[in-house]
């Protein structure tokens, strides 16, 4: 099975200052990887995912997101928040191989990102 | 537009009464998800169902059951209801046999056992 540790519960940062948001995971196979972003009162909207190729991954809103494989880590970062920003983030994986579990998403305990003016 | 639509945002209902959470997908999904989100402990995956009819465990199974008569439709089912089910609900719907496609989320149902 898989592990997924998010190492910050919550994190703090003024609008326009850089942010980072760690994830781990721990696993035996090869693995995808995904951020999801959860607004107030909402359901989760995928952020980005890693699949193969560059480690370097872009998504939406300005995010982007880089694969470790060594250090098992996948941290997401944006240079510049917004207040809107502010929501709860979720790291997830799954296992790579085909016909693995069914796509089922294994999910960190997520990070509330709080933007102040 | 990709849709996941949960039946109710909120519900309250009363300890010992059977319970019913619905969930329709129009995207033509196989695999659906049911997950319970509380603060702290991210999501956890109840139940999840990879066929019409079919039926898988997930890590925290205790205290529900679930229906797909449909391929559209995932029914979650509170048997008796008990107040430490009192959580916030999230259905989710994917594509089969793809590991690398997002799975799909409702707004989520906030259900109180009160």
């Known amino acids: 099975a898989q592990s997924v540790t998010q190492l910050d519960s919550q994190v703090p940062v003024f609008e326009e200052a850089p942010v980072e948001l760690r994830c781990n995971y721990s696993?035996?196979?090869?693995?995808?990887l995904f951020w999801y972003v959860q607004y107030p009162n909402q359901g989760l909207q995928l952020l980005l995912k890693?699949?193969?190729?560059?480690?370097l991954v872009k998504g939406i809103n300005g995010f982007e997101a880089e694969f470790n494989k060594s250090q098992t880590s996948f941290h997401l970062r944006k240079p510049s928040v917004h207040i809107s920003d502010t929501a709860e983030y979720f790291c997830?994986?799954?296992?790579?191989?085909?016909?693995?579990?069914?796509?089922?998403?294994?999910f960190g305990r997520g990070t509330q990102l709080t933007v102040w003016p | 537009d990709v849709k996941v639509t949960q039946s109710s945002r909120y519900l309250v209902k009363r300890t010992g009464e059977k319970v019913f959470l619905e969930c329709v997908q129009d995207?033509?999904?196989?695999?659906m998800f049911w997950y319970r989100q509380d603060p702290g402990l991210g999501l956890r995956l109840i139940y999840f169902s990879y066929d019409v009819k079919m039926k898988e465990k997930g890590d925290i199974p205790e205290g529900y059951s679930v229906s797909r008569e449909k391929k559209e439709r995932f029914s979650l089912i509170l048997e008796s209801a008990s107040t430490n089910q009192t959580s916030m609900y999230l259905c989710a719907s994917s594509t089969r046999d793809t590991s690398n496609q997002p799975q799909h989320f409702g707004d989520g149902t906030r259900l109180s056992i009160l």
């Open positions: 890693y699949l193969s190729g560059s480690t």
């Open positions: 997830a994986v799954s296992e790579s191989r085909r016909g693995s579990t069914l796509g089922r998403l294994y």
């Open positions: 696993s035996s196979v090869s693995v995808y």
């Open positions: 995207m033509d999904h196989e695999n």
